[in-house]
């Protein structure tokens, strides 16, 4: 299958005999739809009807898998195409829910007034009193500009919410932080520094989520220097845990030793620098890089790369690969060379589907949707928190990556999201090393 951009559900009802899913299972197959979730809806005794999630590269795609699926015949028909996807976005994804009922006036007094301003005297007279008696510790403000939504570009902040959401849930879930979604209408760094500044003090931390480059350095950097809470531009540093853990994982499943190997990066932006600053401080000696933008390859030479002049020469001199410029089919399967590890990290499509770079030659091929910073910044954050830590640190971040390794099963390049070790075993590391 191509780029996987849409999403549906189908909703299709065959007569209640055996063998009549494997029929439209074959079809859809066939046309290399990607079957999902299977829900059934209805067992009647004349017909069944089922809710099928399919992954497919467009609309004329689904279009003739639809056609497909009703030319099959034999009272076999889809009854209507479904968006689940954006079903699953109403009324947003997130709810900011109080932690105590209030059942009877004692409670109401208890937790609003006039109680409650007995527990604001205790905080005005020790302000450190507010890390046990407000959520303040356990919430990361997720802030973003609107200008790097995932590879979709400068959308805005609101077209981005979506995604702020989502990163609001992953932290609920897998770390049990409340995450909060801050959408600047701004993209001036002073503007952006003085406005996270302003609202830190009802964070335990500040997540940077899909700010551009280059204002994303100057913006991460003025507020890790400003502020005395964790600090971390995911798409910067929590990528490039996720990439350095991965790599690791390549090398030792494929008897390659990582110092002595020639990596490049494709995209020198937010994600790419960081991948590459990481991967040469944990010890590679060839880093090399490739960037349309000049100011992009000037600092990848700054930090001690190498800059190559083309994607082409790139990918003809270098064992392990990594692409993050959000531009999908960047890398054709004729530049891939036998025996590469090819990370085509773009979201929401990659530079290479991992297929297809298998498929050229590759020994070990990934895209975004499995090497996702989502391994990375739900532990990274718990283990800040829980230390007290004022900071994120290089070695926090290895320490990160090094559990992400040590999670990571026999013949896989990274842990699976949903298995919940992985968080605790990422944020256990990273709380260790912020106390040492
Ligand atoms: N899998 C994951 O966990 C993550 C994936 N990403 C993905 O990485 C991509 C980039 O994100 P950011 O680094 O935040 O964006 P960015 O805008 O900071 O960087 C993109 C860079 O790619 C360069 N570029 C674009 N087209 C190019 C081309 N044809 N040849 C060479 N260079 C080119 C740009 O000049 C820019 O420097 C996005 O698609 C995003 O979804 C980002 C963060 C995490
Ligand atoms: C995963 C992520 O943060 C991105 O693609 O931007
Ligand atoms: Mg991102």
Redesign the pocket.
């Known amino acids: 299958m191509g780029q996987v951009q849409f999403m549906r559900n189908l909703i299709i009802e065959t007569p209640s005999v055996p063998g009549n899913f494997a029929k439209v299972a074959k079809a859809i197959g066939e046309l290399e739809g990607d079957m999902g979730d299977i829900q059934t809806i209805k067992v009647g005794t004349l017909t069944t009807i089922r809710d099928i999630a399919i992954s497919c590269s467009n609309e004329a795609h689904l279009l003739k898998i639809v056609d497909a699926v009703n030319a099959i015949g034999g009272g076999i028909s889809v009854h209507a195409v479904t968006d689940d996807v954006l079903q699953a976005h109403e009324g947003g994804k997130i709810h900011m829910k109080g932690r105590m009922e209030i059942r009877s006036l004692g409670d109401l007094r208890r937790v609003y007034t006039p109680g409650v301003a007995n527990v604001c005297e205790v905080i005005k007279n020790d302000p450190d009193q507010a890390r046990y008696f407000t959520g303040i510790s356990n919430s990361v403000a997720i802030v973003t500009d609107g200008t ?4 979709l570009g400068n959308i805005g902040p609101v077209a981005g919410m979506p ?1 702020m959401e989502g ?1 609001a849930v992953l932290f609920d879930q897998f770390a049990g932080i409340s995450g909060v979604p801050i959408l600047l209408d701004t993209s001036d760094p002073d503007q952006v520094v003085e406005t996270v500044k302003h609202i830190h003090k009802g964070f335990g931390g500040i997540l940077l ?2 700010i551009g480059s280059p204002h994303c350095f100057e913006i991460e950097e003025r507020l890790k220097a400003e502020l005395s809470i964790p600090v971390m531009h ?2 910067q540093h ?2 490039a845990v996720v990439t350095l853990a991965s790599v690791i994982s390549a090398c030792q499943q494929s008897g390659v030793e990582l110092a002595d190997s020639v990596v490049g990066q494709i995209g020198l932006g937010a ?1 790419g620098l960081a991948i590459s600053r990481m991967l040469m401080e944990y010890g590679v000696k060839e880093m090399r890089g490739v960037d349309r933008n000049e100011e992009a390859r000037n600092r990848l030479a700054d930090h001690g790369g190498s800059v190559v002049d083309s994607v082409e020469e790139l990918m003809e001199t270098c064992d392990i690969i990594v692409a993050t410029t959000g531009v999908a089919g960047l890398i054709k399967p004729e530049m891939v060379r036998k025996g590469q590890i090819i990370l085509a ?4 499509n990659a530079e290479i589907t991992p297929e297809d770079a298998l498929a050229a030659g590759a020994a070990f091929a990934a895209d ?1 949707r499995l090497v ?3 391994l990375g910044f739900p532990g990274i954050f718990r283990g800040a928190l829980n230390a007290n830590a004022k900071e994120i640190t290089y070695p926090m971040l290895i320490a990160a990556a090094q559990a992400i390794v040590e999670s990571t099963k026999p013949g896989d390049l990274v842990p699976h999201p949903l298995d919940p070790n992985v968080h605790q075993n990422v944020a256990a590391a990273v709380e260790r090393v912020a106390n040492s």
């Open positions: 790097a939504i995932l590879g995604v990163k989520e899909d995911d798409d929590g990528t994600a990290l773009s979201n929401p975004g996702n910073n989502i």
